[in-house]
Nanobody
Framework: QVQLVESGGGLVQAGGSLRLSCTAS????????VGWFRQAPGKEREFVAA????????DYADSVKGRFTISRDNAKNTAYLQMNNLNPEDTAVYYC??????????????????WGQGTQVTVSS
């Protein structure tokens, strides 16, 4: 099982940008599909983005399309979530996820076998 550690979270003003990183250990991230979920206070965990290994296919939640970009750098064993034009509704704990084989059901939490501990993103008004 791959171990995941997120970084890059913090406090940013509305309209600003952040880039989250997800670094893998124990296993090589190149063998895994990766994704991002987030959970705001008092709300359920929700899907944000995914990068499926097969065909390098990306998926995004409607709320972040055009603003967030998921990518990966296999040489650095790291996945990224570039977040632009942030708004207060993006405030949440962001989790990196990974799994060996992922199909189209990327929006389900049960699809993903490995989870990071999360990194806090706070967007001020």
């Amino acid at each position: 099982q791959v171990q995941l550690v997120e970084s890059g979270g913090g406090l940013v003003q509305a309209g600003g940008s952040l880039r989250l990183s997800c670094t893998a250990s124990r296993r090589t991230l190149s063998s895994y599909s990766v994704g991002w979920f987030r959970q705001a206070p008092g709300k359920e965990r929700e899907f944000v983005a995914a990068f499926r290994l097969s065909g390098s296919t990306t998926d995004y939640a409607d709320s972040v399309k055009g603003r967030f970009t998921i990518s990966r750098d296999n040489a650095k064993n790291t996945a990224y979530l570039q977040m632009n034009n942030l708004n207060p509704e993006d405030t949440a704990v962001y989790y990196c996820v990974a799994h060996l084989l992922v199909g189209t059901a990327v929006r389900s939490t049960t699809t993903w076998g490995s989870w990071g501990q999360g990194t806090q993103v706070t967007v001020s008004s």
